[in-house]
């Protein structure tokens, strides 16, 4: 019995080696998205790395639903690429031989499943503290989603179809390989936050009767021009009208403050865990493989990162808490330059919303204030230093 104390502790040391030495990108491979979750959730004694790793799966989840709903669902995939949102606007590759027919709740009930699974990835990722030790190395190429649901990896399914092209990586990264570590967990629950603040925007003005509206209409004029030419000229692109008719429709009436007040603490929270990143990032001495690097690191991403990118980045998202505190006001041309919108009291007690009106000024009159107002001008040195890129170093910064 005296060699018990020695026995568990190799045990313990075993089991935790074990565990740290886990091939998470061939696990993703080979079990996909919702299995390598079930397997990472069933572990007794999960490690930070396990954590991360079960965050970034759930986060990934959260994209496979999306498609795996649009792929059941007989939607109108030349309306969604005119939509700039998060999980309409990804390439949807497999065509399904007998969808359901489209019912106009169909885009909320993505949304809202958004919002269920990022705050699993959230909990995940929060457990991990500063002092943690993270280490996942991920070849994307790994990563598949089964929008098809067949459990198996289908072509149109990988990650280099869907996500690459969002990120501007060409199918000659195929090899890469990326190290995430302990900052990656507060910039990924950070990213988390953002699309989970998206989510909830939209579902506070819930765009269901809106396109219930536009649809009924639309499918009433095509049974009206049955066997017709029915346009006259030939210039009108039909699904920007409506998707413009659906937006005009949504957004008027007053929101729901509770999804709007979500939305506000997830704009919050994103400024909150960008700053455990940055914070966390400038204390690292390695060089392996980083996914974002400090000014003495290099990325693993075929794109370069300038020295200064993290300062940069850093004003723009203090622009950002400035103006979700009400600190700093948003300009409206009626107001001179020492005036503007405060965001804080409009998502505090949000107004009756007409378009037209918002535009006159009508309805925002009750949340402008004197004060200092939002000049953007973080945002033009970050053009400036990045050119025509900034955008897609914004999505990858969040």
Partial sequence: MRYLPVITTACI???TAAA??????AMLREQGLANTVATLQSRAAPTPSDAFALGGAQFLLTVEHALQTRFATAINEDMLDEVDLPFLRLPQNLINPAPSPFQPDIIAEIFATAVTDLSGAITALDTITDTANVSVKINPADIWFDINGNGAHNNGEGFYDIVAPQLDLSADTRNLLIQFDTADAAWLSAYAHVLSGISETILSVDPTAAITRVTQSAQAFDTFNQGQDK????????????LLAM???????????ARLGAAHMHFKSMIADN????????AETDNKLEWIPNANQQSALPIPFPA???????DILADGEAILNGDLLIPHWRLGPD??????KFVQNPPDINLISMIQGETVLPYVQHGNVAAMQSWRTFERMLGGDAPLYAVILN
């Fill in 13 to 15: 040391f075993i089991g």
């Fill in 20 to 25: 740290a030495q886990t091939d998470y990108s």
């Fill in 231 to 242: 346009r006259l000229g030939g210039f009108v692109h039909e699904p920007i009208i409506d």
């Fill in 247 to 257: 937006f005009i429709l949504a957004i008027e009436g007053t929101p729901d403050a």
């Fill in 275 to 282: 700053k455990t990143f940055w914070a966390r990032l400038a």
């Fill in 308 to 314: 200064e990118i993290g300062e940069t980045w850093r």
């Fill in 339 to 344: 005036a503007g919108i405060n965001l804080l």
